[in-house]
C-alpha cells in the first residue's frame, strides 16, 4: 500500500515544481533552464501551468530579456494580470522601461489600462520614471492620458506629486513631461486634495517643472481644498535649494502675494511663523499684506515674535506701514507674544518706544500738540514739582544721547531722589494708557506678566457702540495683588538680567526706607463724574465729530489740539472717548444733539443772560501702580480757558498746596484726593459765583415752575368763577355786554400753559434721574475702591500700629467722601419729589379743566334742548293754526266763486255751518294724522305684509290641488321660511339694539304672518300639520345649535 501512494503524491508535486522552476528561471533569465523546463513531457494546458506561464511572463517583463519574453508567449502565456496580486506583463515592463518588451507585448493586444492596486495604468509608471519611449510608445497605441488613480491623479499629476522626479529630470523626466502636455495632457487637472500639477510642483519646490506649467498657461492663482495657492505651498517646501527661485518665478507670473487660505493665512504669514527671512523679504518686496490678521487675529509680525526669529521681525519692522498695537484674539500684541516665550531681546525691537517712527503722523501731531502734566512728591517736606511734558515725550521720546528715555515710568530709572510720582494724560485715551502700561513694564524688567496682562484685562469693561459717544467705561474698581515672586520664566533672566531691571520688591530705595505703609499691588478704578462745557465748546466738538466720522477730510494743522485728538484716534481701535453730555451719558445708542439744548442748565443760563452751558458727564480713569506712582486720565473743557473755576486738574494741584490741609504723603492720599474732587466737582466752586451754582440752577427752575402752576390755578379760579357768573342768566345779558363771551371760556380751554409746563418738569425731572445715576455709580465705585485701599495696606507686612492709623485715616476721609455724595442724592431726591408734586398738580389742574369744560358741554347741552323744545312748541303752535285755517280758507274761496247756482244767494248760516263745520273737521283730521303717524305707518306695512303672504299662500294651494286621500299632501314650506325669515330678523334687531320704532315693525310683521299661516294650517290635513311642525321644531333646533 505503501508504494503506490507514495507514486502518487510525487505526481502530484511534479507540476508545483515545475510551475516554480519556470517562474524562477524567467525571474532569473536563465534562458537554457527555462527551455529545459518547458520542454518536460507534460503539455502546458492545464490552468494551472496557464498560470504559471502568465507570472513567468511578468517576472520577464521587467528584465530586459526579450528571448524569454517571446519564448513564453509561444506557449501561450497569458499578457493580463487575472488576480489582485499580480501586476500586467506589459505595466512591469513599462515599469522598468524596457522597451522592446513591451513592443513585443504591444503586439498581443495587452489592456493598456491595466492598473495595480493604486488605480495606476502602465502610462503612470512611466511617465513616473520619465522613460520618454515607453510614454511614447503607449500613446500611440492609445493609452488614456486622462486616466485616474485612486487618488484621482492624472499621469502628469502623478508626475508632478513624484518628489523622485527632480534627481531624473535631466535625464528624461523634462521631456516626459513635455510629451504628456503635447498630448493633451490637463496641466488644470486635480487630484482629491484640489491639488493641480503646479501646486504639487510647488509643494516639492520643483522649480523647473514648475516653470514648463506656467509657460503652458497653468493657472498661478488655483487652489487646493484648503484655499492654499502654490505661493502658500512653496512657502512650506522641504527644498531649500530651490525655494527662493521658485517663489520669485510664481511672482513673475502675477502670483497674488496677498492670497488668503482658510483661517486667513497668507504666504507671509507661512514664511514668518517658519522663520524664513529671505522668503519674508521676498514676500515683502512684492507687496504682501504686512498687517494681515488670521482668524485667531495674530499677524506674521505676532508668529515671529511668538517663535523669536528676530531676523524675520527686523525685516518685517523695515516696512513704515506695520502696526505693533494689532492684537489677536487673547489681547496679545507681538511684542507681548515675545514676552511670554521668553524671547527679551525681541520685546526691546519691539517696544513702541523703538517703534515711534511706525506711529501714523496725525497721532503724532496729536502726542505732540497735547501736554501731559507729571508732579513729583518729596517726603522730605519739599514742595512738589510739577512739570509739563508733550504726550509724545512722555510715551515715545527717547534721549539717544544717554540711550534711555526721556521721562522714566517710575522713579527708579529717573535718577532722582522723588518717593512718588503722578503722571496725568489729558484725555480718556486707551491708545495711550496702554503705551505707557507696557513702557513701564519693560522699564521694569519684564518682572510680572501677570500682573502687566491684569492690567490691561481691565479694559474689557469698555462698553462700545456705533455712535462715538457710545464708547466709554463701565464704572470699576479692581485691586490687582502683587505677586509672591517676580523671578522670570527664563532661566537665562538670572544670570544676565536687562539693564533696566529694578529692585525685587519693585519700589525706589528712598521709599523702602522710610517705610510708607503699603504693598506693590495695583488698583484700578474707572468712575463718571459731572462737569461742564459751554454750548459754544459742545457744538464745535460735536461738529468736529460729525466731520470726522462722516468724511475722510484731514484736520489742517491750525486746527486746535483736540481737533488733531480726534482726527487721530476717534476712528482707530480701541477708539478715544469724546466727552458726553448729561442726555449722551444715559441715551448713549440714539443721536441727542435736540435734547442737548434742552437741558435745565441751558435754559437756565439763556433765560437768565449768562453764557450757555450744559452738563457733561466725564470719566476718571485711576491707576495705583505701587507706591511709587499713579496714573490718571480725565479729558479737559474744549478749549480750555486760564482761568477756569472749575478746572480739575488745577484744582487738584492747588488743593495738593493747601495749608488748611494735610500734605500729601502717598500715593494712597493723592487717589482720594483726586477722586473726592472729581466727585464733589461743584462743591469746589467760589461760593460768589453764581454762573456755576448748577444745582441751585435745578433748584430755581423747580421754584420758577412752582409759582407759574400757582398762578395757572389762580386763573383757572378765576375763570371758572366768571363761568359761574355767566351761566345765571340774571347776570348773563350784563356779563356779555361787558366782555367777549369767547373770550371769557379761553383760560377754561386753552392748555398750552400747562402742556408746556408739564413738558419742562418731566425734563427736570428726566435730568435729576440721570444726576441720581451718576451718583449711584460714584457710591457704588468709591465703596469698593475704599475696600481695595485697606486690602492693599492691610496686606504689606507693615507693622500692625502704623497699618491701623493709615486705614483708619483713609477710612474716614473716604466716609466722608461717601457722605457728602450722600448729601448731594438727598438734595437731588428732595428736587425730584417736588417736581414729581409738579407734575400730578399740573395733571390734576389738566383734569379740573377738563371736567369743567364737560360740566359746561352738559350745561350748554341742556340749555340748548330746553331752547329747542320751546321753539319746537312754538313751531307746533303755528303748524295747528295753519291747519285750521287753511281748509276753512279753501272753503270761503270756493263759496267766493261766481257761479250760476249761488245764483239765488247763499244764507250766513249755511256758509258758517259749512266753513266752520267741515274746515275743522278736516282739521281735526289731519291733526289726529299728524299726531298718529306712526301708528298709521306701521298699520299700512302690517297690512301690505299679510295681503302679500296670504295670496302667496293661496297660489301654493291652488297648484297643489286634489284628493289629500289619492296621495299625501306637501306643506307649505314658503310660509314657515318667510315665518323663521321674520323671527330671525326680529332677533337680529334685538341683538343689534336696534330702534324701537325698528322692532314694533318687526313685531307686527311677525304678528301678520303668523296669523296668516295659522289660517293656513287649519285648512290643512292633520298628516300636514303634523309634518310641517316637525320641519319647524326642526328648524328652531338648527337655531339654537347656530
Same mark, same amino acid.
Given at each position: 500500500?505503501?508504494?503506490?501512494?507514495?507514486?502518487?503524491?510525487?505526481?502530484?508535486?511534479?507540476?508545483?515544481?515545475?510551475?516554480?522552476?519556470?517562474?524562477?528561471?524567467?525571474?532569473?533569465?536563465?534562458?537554457?533552464?527555462?527551455?529545459?523546463?518547458?520542454?518536460?513531457?507534460?503539455?502546458w494546458d492545464s490552468s494551472k501551468d496557464h498560470a504559471a506561464l502568465r507570472r513567468a511572463l511578468q517576472k520577464a517583463s521587467a528584465r530586459d530579456n526579450l528571448t524569454i519574453v517571446r519564448l513564453l508567449l509561444e506557449y501561450g502565456a497569458d499578457v493580463e494580470a487575472r488576480s489582485d496580486d499580480e501586476l500586467p506583463a506589459l505595466f512591469r515592463a513599462a515599469q522598468?522601461?524596457?522597451?522592446?518588451?513591451?513592443?513585443?507585448?504591444?503586439?498581443?493586444?495587452?489592456?493598456?489600462?491595466?492598473?495595480?492596486?493604486?488605480?495606476?495604468?502602465?502610462?503612470?509608471?512611466?511617465?513616473?520614471?520619465?522613460?520618454?519611449?515607453?510614454?511614447?510608445?503607449?500613446l500611440q497605441k492609445g493609452a488614456r492620458i486622462d486616466a485616474k488613480d485612486r487618488d484621482g491623479r492624472t499621469p502628469l499629476l502623478a508626475v508632478a506629486a513624484d518628489r523622485s522626479t527632480m534627481s531624473i529630470w535631466t535625464s528624461g523626466a523634462q521631456e516626459t513631461v513635455q510629451l504628456l502636455i503635447y498630448n493633451g495632457a490637463d496641466v488644470e487637472a486635480r487630484d482629491s486634495i484640489g491639488r493641480t500639477p503646479l501646486l504639487w510642483a510647488a509643494t516639492n519646490g520643483h522649480y523647473d517643472l514648475a516653470k514648463i506649467l506656467l509657460d503652458n498657461g497653468a493657472d498661478v492663482s488655483a487652489t487646493n481644498n484648503r484655499g492654499r495657492t502654490a505661493l502658500h505651498l512653496v512657502v512650506g517646501s522641504s527644498d531649500e535649494t530651490h525655494r527662493q527661485a521658485t517663489m520669485k518665478l510664481l511672482l513673475e507670473h502675477q502670483a497674488d502675494p496677498r492670497a488668503i487660505s482658510d483661517g486667513g493665512w497668507t504666504p507671509l504669514h507661512n514664511a514668518a511663523q517658519r522663520g524664513l527671512t529671505s522668503a519674508v523679504q521676498l514676500l515683502l518686496s512684492a507687496d504682501s499684506h504686512v498687517n494681515a490678521t488670521l482668524s485667531n487675529g495674530m499677524t506674521p509680525l505676532h508668529w515671529a515674535a511668538f517663535n523669536g526669529f528676530e531676523d524675520v521681525v527686523e525685516a518685517i519692522l523695515t516696512r513704515d506701514d506695520v502696526d505693533l498695537g494689532i492684537k489677536d484674539g487673547f489681547g496679545r500684541a507681538p511684542w507681548l507674544c515675545a514676552a511670554e516665550k521668553g524671547h527679551y531681546d525681541l520685546m526691546d525691537v519691539l517696544s513702541p518706544v523703538r517703534n515711534c517712527n511706525k506711529i501714523p503722523q496725525p497721532m503724532q501731531d496729536a502726542c505732540k500738540a497735547l501736554e501731559a502734566t507729571i508732579v513729583e512728591f518729596k517726603q522730605s517736606g519739599e514742595k512738589q514739582r510739577v512739570f509739563k511734558h508733550s504726550v509724545y515725550d512722555l510715551l515715545y521720546g527717547w534721549d539717544h544721547k544717554n540711550d534711555r528715555p526721556k521721562i522714566p515710568a517710575y522713579t527708579a530709572n529717573g535718577g532722582l531722589s522723588t518717593d512718588f510720582r503722578w503722571i496725568h494724560l489729558p484725555a480718556n485715551n486707551i491708545n495711550w494708557i496702554e503705551t505707557f502700561l507696557?513702557?513701564?513694564?519693560?522699564?521694569?524688567?519684564?518682572?510680572?506678566?501677570?500682573?502687566?496682562?491684569?492690567?490691561?484685562?481691565?479694559?474689557?469693561?469698555?462698553?462700545?457702540?456705533?455712535?462715538?459717544?457710545?464708547?466709554?467705561?463701565?464704572?470699576?474698581?479692581?485691586?490687582?495683588?502683587?505677586?509672591?515672586?517676580?523671578?522670570?520664566?527664563?532661566?537665562?533672566?538670572?544670570?544676565s538680567p536687562p539693564p533696566l531691571a529694578r529692585s525685587s520688591s519693585g519700589l525706589s530705595e528712598r521709599s523702602v526706607n522710610m517705610g510708607v505703609p503699603g504693598g506693590d499691588g495695583k488698583v484700578v478704578l474707572f468712575m463718571p463724574y459731572l462737569h461742564y462745557e459751554t454750548d459754544d465748546g459742545r457744538q464745535k466738538m460735536m461738529d468736529a465729530v460729525k466731520m470726522i466720522t462722516t468724511t475722510d477730510q484731514t484736520i489742517s494743522a491750525s486746527?486746535?489740539?483736540?481737533?488733531?485728538?480726534?482726527?487721530?484716534?476717534?476712528?482707530?481701535?480701541?477708539?478715544?472717548?469724546?466727552?458726553?453730555?448729561?442726555?449722551?451719558?444715559?441715551?448713549?445708542?440714539?443721536?441727542?444733539?435736540v435734547r442737548?439744548?434742552?437741558?435745565?442748565?441751558?435754559?437756565?443760563?439763556?433765560?437768565?443772560?449768562?453764557?450757555?452751558?450744559?452738563?457733561?458727564?466725564?470719566?476718571?480713569?485711576?491707576?495705583?501702580?505701587?507706591?511709587?506712582?499713579?496714573?490718571?486720565?480725565?479729558?479737559?473743557?474744549?478749549?480750555?480757558?486760564?482761568?477756569?473755576?472749575?478746572?480739575?486738574?488745577?484744582?487738584?494741584?492747588?488743593?495738593?498746596?493747601?495749608?488748611?490741609r494735610a500734605p500729601i504723603r502717598s500715593v494712597y492720599d493723592l487717589a482720594i484726593l483726586i477722586t473726592s474732587r472729581c466727585s464733589g466737582m461743584f462743591s469746589r466752586h467760589r461760593s460768589d459765583d453764581q454762573k456755576y451754582q448748577f444745582l441751585d440752577m435745578f433748584e430755581a427752575s423747580v421754584g420758577r415752575v412752582t409759582e407759574e402752576l400757582t398762578q395757572l390755578f389762580h386763573r383757572f379760579e378765576d375763570a371758572s368763577a366768571q363761568s359761574q357768573q355767566w351761566l345765571r342768566p340774571k347776570r348773563r345779558h350784563k356779563i356779555r355786554k361787558a366782555s367777549n363771551e369767547?373770550?371769557?371760556?379761553?383760560?377754561?380751554? =386753552? $392748555? +398750552?400753559? &400747562?402742556?408746556?409746563? %408739564? #413738558?419742562?418738569?418731566? =425734563? $427736570? +425731572?428726566? &435730568?435729576?434721574?440721570? %444726576? #441720581?445715576?451718576?451718583?449711584?455709580?460714584?457710591?457704588?465705585?468709591?465703596?469698593?475702591?475704599?475696600?481695595?485701599?485697606?486690602?492693599?495696606?492691610?496686606?504689606?507686612?507693615?507693622s500692625s500700629r502704623r497699618v491701623a492709623n493709615v486705614v483708619n485715616e483713609i477710612r474716614k476721609r473716604t466716609v466722608e467722601q461717601e457722605r457728602r455724595l450722600k448729601l448731594h442724592k438727598r438734595d437731588i431726591d428732595a428736587m425730584d419729589q417736588q417736581a414729581d408734586r409738579l407734575y400730578k398738580s399740573l395733571t390734576d389742574l389738566l383734569d379740573l379743566k377738563q371736567k369743567h369744560s364737560n360740566a359746561l358741554e352738559a350745561r350748554f347741552a341742556s340749555e340748548?334742548?330746553?331752547?329747542?323744545?320751546?321753539?319746537?312748541?312754538?313751531?307746533?303752535?303755528?303748524?295747528?293754526?295753519?291747519?285750521?285755517?287753511?281748509?276753512?280758507?279753501?272753503?270761503?274761496?270756493?263759496?267766493?266763486?261766481?257761479?250760476?247756482?249761488?245764483?239765488?244767494?247763499?244764507?250766513h248760516g249755511f256758509v258758517a255751518s259749512w266753513t266752520f263745520g267741515v274746515g275743522l273737521a278736516i282739521s281735526v283730521l289731519f291733526i289726529l294724522m299728524a299726531f298718529t303717524v306712526v301708528d298709521i305707518t306701521k298699520a299700512v306695512e302690517t297690512f301690505y305684509s299679510f295681503t302679500k303672504h296670504r295670496v302667496s299662500s293661496g297660489n301654493k294651494n291652488h297648484e297643489q290641488s286634489g284628493?289629500?286621500?289619492?296621495?299625501?299632501?306637501?306643506?307649505?314650506?314658503?310660509?314657515?321660511?318667510?315665518?323663521?325669515?321674520?323671527?330671525?330678523?326680529?332677533?337680529?334687531?334685538?341683538?343689534?339694539?336696534?330702534?324701537?320704532?325698528?322692532?314694533?315693525?318687526?313685531q307686527s310683521k311677525a304678528s301678520g304672518v303668523s296669523a296668516a299661516l295659522t289660517r293656513t294650517w287649519t285648512g290643512a290635513s292633520e298628516r300636514v300639520r303634523y309634518n310641517v311642525g316637525i320641519d319647524l321644531e326642526k328648524g328652531k333646533t338648527r337655531e339654537s345649535t347656530q
Open positions: 500500500m505503501a508504494g503506490p501512494a507514495s507514486r502518487s503524491s510525487t505526481t502530484s508535486t511534479q507540476p508545483a515544481q515545475r510551475h516554480l522552476d519556470l517562474i524562477a528561471a524567467s525571474a532569473r533569465g536563465n534562458e537554457d533552464k527555462l527551455r529545459s523546463v518547458l520542454r518536460e513531457g507534460v503539455p522598468g522601461g524596457q522597451t522592446a518588451v513591451m513592443w513585443e507585448l504591444l503586439a498581443h493586444d495587452p489592456d493598456l489600462e491595466g492598473r495595480n492596486r493604486d488605480g495606476q495604468t502602465p502610462l503612470f509608471v512611466a511617465s513616473a520614471k520619465g522613460f520618454k519611449e515607453a510614454v511614447e510608445m503607449l507696557t513702557k513701564w513694564f519693560m522699564e521694569s524688567g519684564y518682572q510680572d506678566l501677570e500682573t502687566y496682562k491684569a492690567l490691561t484685562k481691565c479694559f474689557e469693561q469698555e462698553h462700545r457702540g456705533a455712535l462715538p459717544h457710545a464708547n466709554f467705561m463701565r464704572p470699576f474698581c479692581h485691586r490687582i495683588p502683587h505677586a509672591s515672586s517676580h523671578l522670570p520664566d527664563d532661566p537665562n533672566m538670572l544670570i486746527n486746535s489740539p483736540n481737533q488733531k485728538l480726534l482726527q487721530a484716534y476717534l476712528r482707530e481701535k480701541p477708539p478715544i472717548h469724546p466727552r458726553r453730555t448729561l442726555d449722551q451719558f444715559f441715551y448713549h445708542g440714539i443721536d441727542t444733539s442737548d439744548r434742552d437741558q435745565v442748565v441751558y435754559r437756565y443760563c439763556e433765560k437768565h443772560g449768562h453764557e450757555r452751558k450744559i452738563f457733561m458727564v466725564d470719566q476718571l480713569w485711576l491707576w495705583i501702580i505701587g507706591k511709587d506712582l499713579i496714573v490718571s486720565c480725565f479729558p479737559g473743557r474744549w478749549e480750555q480757558q486760564r482761568r477756569d473755576p472749575l478746572n480739575v486738574l488745577d484744582g487738584i494741584i492747588e488743593e495738593m498746596n493747601a495749608k488748611t369767547v373770550d371769557s371760556f379761553d383760560p377754561l380751554l =386753552d $392748555i +398750552r400753559s &400747562e402742556t408746556s409746563l %408739564l #413738558t419742562e418738569v418731566r =425734563d $427736570i +425731572r428726566d &435730568e435729576l434721574n440721570i %444726576l #441720581t445715576m451718576i451718583l449711584n455709580s460714584q457710591i457704588f465705585t468709591l465703596g469698593d475702591f475704599r475696600g481695595c485701599l485697606i486690602d492693599e495696606l492691610s496686606g504689606n507686612g507693615s340748548q334742548a330746553l331752547a329747542a323744545a320751546r321753539e319746537g312748541q312754538t313751531i307746533m303752535v303755528f303748524t295747528i293754526v295753519t291747519i285750521i285755517f287753511q281748509p276753512m280758507s279753501f272753503i270761503t274761496s270756493y263759496f267766493g266763486i261766481d257761479m250760476d247756482s249761488w245764483s239765488n244767494g247763499l244764507s284628493e289629500y286621500s289619492s296621495r299625501e299632501p306637501q306643506p307649505s314650506y314658503e310660509a314657515v321660511r318667510s315665518t323663521e325669515t321674520i323671527v330671525a330678523s326680529y332677533d337680529d334687531g334685538l341683538d343689534d339694539s336696534a330702534g324701537t320704532r325698528k322692532l314694533d315693525r318687526q
